[in-house]
């Protein structure tokens, strides 16, 4: 059971680059997410999706973009890097968000620093 | 604003000892809890969960009680082990908005022999 997959698992780069984070569900889950977590911050949400095609800004959308074009993948970009997205970036999804509901399923974590 | 607060860390204790986690919260409406654990290298997974007062959730040992009086969700575990060490989040789900989880900042446990 793969789960929730994120790749690469590390990168660095340059202020000003661009690259794309892939997240991955083998469970048919309608929703996903990105997080960052940062020292002292817990988790924040950058973008979420609630079903293939669509696509909402969370707590830090800002110098992200998202796209949801097939229900599996979730890709998250950063169109031009800065030191401030240093971070570790958490992909979750999970079946529907409701009182009781099913647990999110979260992907192992990207390490991404930029210099 | 809608808010959960977790106690600093690390914490630090020896094998077999009671561990307590604080975690209170601010919210409006009624939200549901859960703590969430992070093992070194991985993601995080959903350790407990309670969505109404008085309930407590439970797994793996570990215990917590959802206590509307004092908005509060403590962890406890009656005797750690060295495996259980990890980060641990306090996070809740607002009633009227459930498309996001509030996450607080987590706390560090490490377990020595």
């Known amino acids: 059971n793969a789960g929730v997959t994120q790749t690469p698992k590390f990168r660095v780069l340059k202020t000003g680059q661009s690259m794309t984070l892939l997240c991955a569900q083998d469970?048919?889950?309608?929703?996903m997410y990105w997080y960052r977590q940062d020292p002292g911050m817990g988790l924040r949400l950058i973008h979420y999706s609630v079903g293939e095609g669509t696509t909402a800004k969370g707590e830090v959308p800002d110098g992200y973009n998202v796209s949801r074009l097939k229900k599996q993948n979730f890709l998250l970009g950063l169109e031009s890097a800065a030191p401030s997205q240093t971070s570790v970036y958490f992909c979750a999804s999970s079946y529907v968000m409701t009182l009781g509901f099913e647990k999110l399923f979260f992907g192992s974590g990207t390490q991404l620093s930029v210099l | 604003g809608d808010s959960v607060t977790q106690m600093e860390g690390p914490v630090t204790l020896s094998e077999e000892a009671f561990l307590t986690i604080n975690c209170t919260y601010t919210?409006?409406?009624?939200?549901?809890l859960f703590w969430y654990v992070q093992y070194p290298g991985e993601g995080l997974q959903l350790l407990l969960k309670?969505?109404?007062?008085?309930d407590k959730g439970s797994n793996k040992g570990f215990e917590a009680t959802y206590r509307k009086e004092t908005t509060s969700f403590h962890l406890e575990k009656g005797s750690v082990q060295v495996s259980d060490s990890a980060v641990y989040f306090c996070a809740l789900i607002l009633s009227y908005n459930t498309d996001k989880l509030i996450f607080g900042t987590g706390t560090r446990l490490q377990v020595f022999p």
């Open positions: 469970m048919n889950h309608e929703y």
């Open positions: 919210a409006t409406g009624y939200p549901s």
């Open positions: 309670a969505t109404k007062a008085d």
